[in-house]
């Protein structure tokens, strides 16, 4: 079985302040790791996602994750964040192979002020 | 590309009575999952399909919850009777199912609220 720790349910930020949203994961196996983000009303979107290789990823809005093995975190990062980052950031984890499914953390809510 | 589409987007019933809700998936994916989002919680996986056969529902509440595929296509998921503690968002997801990855899809959820 697999677990995600969202350890923040909320993190209050700056507008073009830099921002991490931490995520650790328990797994007896291999798993892949996501961010998915969440708007007000909406469904979940894929921020970004680590299947193998290089194990820094980016998505298109500048926001990027590093999973580190060891610490078994997949922390999300961005330099510099803007008012429309605000929402609901998850973290997920799911098993590399047969038909497994996404297990999810709670989620940390990110709040962008001016 | 048309998305996951859900309904209702909101529905309130009072306990004890019987709710339905609907999904169509992404055309030609084969794997369609219903997750419930409780207020303040990720989501958990009710239910996985993959095509019309239930790959995963030990998380199913199956004494009252129920949900059919039929033809491998669009999705229903009842609950039977409704409790409190049922309120919640209930997402539906498809993904193609093939391969050892592939991306699932969110559709914009059921707010369901049991008064």
């Known amino acids: 079985a697999q677990s995600v720790t969202q350890l923040d349910s909320q993190v209050p930020v700056f507008e073009e302040a830099p921002v991490e949203l931490r995520c650790n994961y328990s797994?007896?196996?291999?798993?892949?790791l996501f961010w998915y983000v969440q708007y007000p009303n909406q469904g979940l979107q894929l921020l970004l996602k680590?299947?193998?290789?290089?194990?820094l990823v980016e998505s298109i809005n500048g926001f990027e994750a590093e999973f580190n093995k060891s610490q078994t975190s997949f922390h999300l990062r961005k330099p510099s964040v803007h008012i429309s980052d605000t929402a609901e950031y998850f973290c997920?984890?799911?098993?590399?192979?047969?038909?497994?499914?996404?297990?999810f953390g709670k989620g940390t809510m990110l709040l962008v002020s001016p | 590309e048309a998305g996951v589409a859900q309904s209702p987007r909101y529905k309130i019933i009072e306990k004890r009575q019987s709710v339905a809700f609907w999904c169509n998936p992404i055309?030609?994916?084969?794997?369609l999952y219903w997750y419930q989002q409780i207020l303040g919680q990720g989501p958990k996986l009710l239910i996985q399909?993959?095509?019309?056969?239930?790959?995963?529902d030990s998380q199913l509440p199956k004494d009252r919850f129920s949900a059919e595929r039929l033809k491998g296509v669009d999705s229903t998921l009842k609950i039977q009777p409704a409790k409190l503690e049922d309120s919640a968002v209930y997402l539906c997801?498809?993904?193609?199912?093939?391969?050892?990855?592939?991306?699932?899809?969110f559709g914009q959820g059921t707010r369901l609220t049991v008064v």
């Open positions: 997801a498809s993904s193609l199912g093939r391969g050892l990855y592939t991306e699932a899809f």
């Open positions: 797994s007896s196996v291999s798993v892949y």
């Open positions: 680590y299947l193998s290789g290089s194990t």
């Open positions: 997920a984890v799911r098993p590399n192979s047969g038909y497994s499914t996404l297990t």
């Open positions: 055309s030609g994916h084969a794997t």
């Open positions: 399909f993959q095509n019309n056969g239930v790959v995963d």
